[in-house]
């Protein structure tokens, strides 16, 4: 996923159509005079070269872009007015380095009337270029398909004809030749990466690339959450609830999702955080909060539909067996890792984080691993959060080694002893919740905003933050930490990991995680008024542990995980060589019917 991640940063996005406008008529100009005035340096030649920068290229591209929008491609998402003119830009550029390139031939190695000819394999250009966009792209197909990509050629081959005067059937001819060449190189290069998405994943390449362009550039979850369930399997899990409160009211609730929120944007459980969030404050009017549990890409939800199933079981809970014990907080502290946490009755709440180095989510495996061990120790049930607070700005950070893994659970473990060792006594328990209308997702801040939950636990006052958000940049959570402390003995600073912050951006890693685009102060103003309002409300409650277990539920996948990601590799890797095979042989041959003409 880190390979995957870090060919983000290839991703653009256009200017505004009337820019566009603007870069197509320069180029027009700009390429179409040179080209004329390296044949003959006159003001005869200058003014043709105008012409037909204006009557054959620029006049009929944005009319011919206008209607085909209007009428073709009017319910394709991705191919609008301004995306469509974007690739007349693009075609106008090699249009004219065509044109400049048969004037050079035409005036220094003596091929006589290479501008002439040039001007029309630059529309067998046009066409090939216009076919293979069109079809990588947009979602058409078809008819409609042949349509786009022929309606502009045929329009600038009529006025180019009109320009000159000047046609014959040797000319037709090699128009079509050329034109069925490219187009045949192009049919050729798509199949071969088509194959490899076929072989890895069994889906072809292309489909899983439109599948991504429509959610990215439109939010359309369909066909790209289709291809996931397709590709995804089934696991059995589990989501972890502490109900604050009482038989009579619940106060708050703390949910712990063993689901990973992703892969990106509005796919599959990206918006878990958020969903669960809604969803039990719709049924209980109680602050929720919902902090990250050890879990990764592979257990991203492969749809939105297997989302309502995670809702769906977590609101059918009925808290029982509640205590009104909790222990003081106890924190294992060490060079690469650090652990917080206190019992409630027999159940444990245990966070961990490596804080302040770089960390991306703590596999599922260690999670497993504290709790066979805690299990050794005596504990009936332990509840884990990744606290998912610290990454650098670098555009990728690297999987958790060995070590660093080895202290993680010990840091845990031995929280766990020591915590095991606290009395327990009555507790109490403040909420509040915030969401600042200054922060949006394109900042990495989610929908789900701040909540703070305080507890008073034998004199000892804890407050726990969770922001809704993908990761902290490195620093900050010291700086909330910081500025909590003389109001709070235990701090400490969760984000939900949501996903619908990812991929709405062209940024390095496809999104800002918390404070990497916003106000430190302004952030922590809010953290710490949330935080004393939490204060404020503390009242005495009691607390009920449930794990759901959720059965059947689909998910993306270890193994298929591993194969999507790696695709975009292979794919680019492939590209990499079969390009140069298929397309400069090609070149040459679709060039050939013009020279001996």
């Not at 693009?90 to 390139?101: A, D, E, T, Y």
């Not at 630059?122 to 022929?150: D, H, P, Y």
């Not at 910081?482 to 990812?502: G, K, P, R």
Request: with cysteine.
């Amino acid at each position: 996923m880190t390979k995957a991640v870090g060919h983000y940063d290839k991703l653009f996005t256009f200017p505004k159509y009337w820019v566009l406008l603007v870069l197509l008529l320069l180029t027009s100009l700009s390429g179409s005079i040179v080209a004329f005035t390296i044949t003959q340096l006159t003001m005869e030649s200058i003014f043709a070269g105008l012409l037909f920068a204006l009557k054959v290229f620029f006049f009929p591209t944005i009319i011919i872009d206008y209607i085909s929008r209007e009428t073709i491609t009017k319910t394709e998402p991705i191919f609008d007015l301004r995306r469509s003119t974007s690739l007349s830009v693009v075609i106008s550029v090699g249009w004219m380095v065509i044109l400049i390139i048969g004037s050079i031939l035409q005036v220094f190695f003596q091929f006589s009337h290479a501008l002439y000819y040039a001007t029309f394999f630059s529309i067998c250009v046009t066409l090939a270029i216009r076919f293979f966009i069109l079809s990588t792209v947009t979602q058409l197909s078809g008819l409609k398909l042949i349509l786009s990509t022929l309606i502009h050629p045929i329009t600038i081959s009529i006025s180019n004809l009109l320009f000159w005067n000047n046609w014959s059937i040797q000319l037709l001819v090699a128009l079509i030749f050329s034109s069925v060449i490219l187009v045949g190189a192009i049919f050729l290069f798509l199949a071969i990466i088509n194959r490899k998405g076929r072989r890895v994943v069994g889906i072809n390449t292309i489909l899983l690339f439109k599948g991504f362009l429509v959610n990215w550039i439109r939010g359309l979850v369909q066909p790209l959450e289709g291809y996931f369930d397709k590709l995804g399997v089934e696991v059995n899990t589990s989501i972890n609830l502490f109900v604050f409160g009482n038989h009579d009211k619940v106060k708050t609730i703390m949910v712990i999702p063993a689901i990973h929120p992703g892969p990106f944007n509005n796919l599959g459980s990206s918006g878990l955080p958020e969903l669960i969030q809604w969803s039990i404050e719709k049924k209980y009017t109680a602050i929720t909060a919902v902090p990250h549990g050890p879990s990764g890409h592979e257990l991203d939800l492969t749809s939105q539909s297997q989302c309502d199933k995670v809702i769906e079981e977590i609101l059918k809970i009925n808290p029982l067996n509640f205590t009104t014990k909790a222990s003081k907080l106890v924190r294992i502290v060490t060079k690469k890792a650090q652990a917080a946490c206190q019992f409630f009755g027999d159940t444990a709440l245990l966070t961990l984080t490596c804080a302040p180095n770089s960390m991306e989510d703590i596999p599922s495996a260690v999670g497993s691993e504290i709790i066979q061990k805690g299990k050794l120790l005596g504990i009936k049930q332990i509840a884990i959060i990744d606290a998912h607070n610290s990454i650098n700005t670098a555009k990728t950070v690297p999987p958790f080694s060995k070590e660093e893994v080895q202290e993680l659970v010990f840091v845990a473990v031995e929280a766990l002893k020591y915590a095991l060792k606290e009395v327990q006594q009555s507790f109490y328990v403040g909420v509040s919740k915030v969401v600042p209308k200054e922060f949006t997702t394109n900042q990495g801040i989610g929908p789900g905003g701040i909540v703070a939950l305080v507890l008073l636990v034998q004199g000892q006052k804890i407050v726990y933050i969770i922001v809704d958000g993908n990761n902290m940049i490195v620093g900050l959570r010291d700086k909330i930490i910081h500025a909590l402390s003389m109001y709070f003995d235990e701090c400490e600073i969760l984000t939900t990991d949501t996903h619908i912050v990812n991929a709405i951006s062209t940024i390095r890693r496809g999104y800002y995680s918390v404070g990497e685009a916003i106000d430190h102060e302004v952030l922590i103003s809010y953290i710490k008024d949330t935080a004393m309002k939490a204060k404020e409300n503390v009242e005495k409650v009691e607390v009920s542990f449930t794990q759901v277990n959720i059965n059947n539920i689909r998910v993306l996948g270890e193994e298929k995980l591993v194969d999507l990601s790696m695709l975009i590799d292979i794919t680019l890797g492939t590209m990499k060589w079969v390009a140069p095979l298929i397309f400069v042989p090609a070149f040459i041959a679709a060039i050939l019917p013009f020279i001996f003409i």
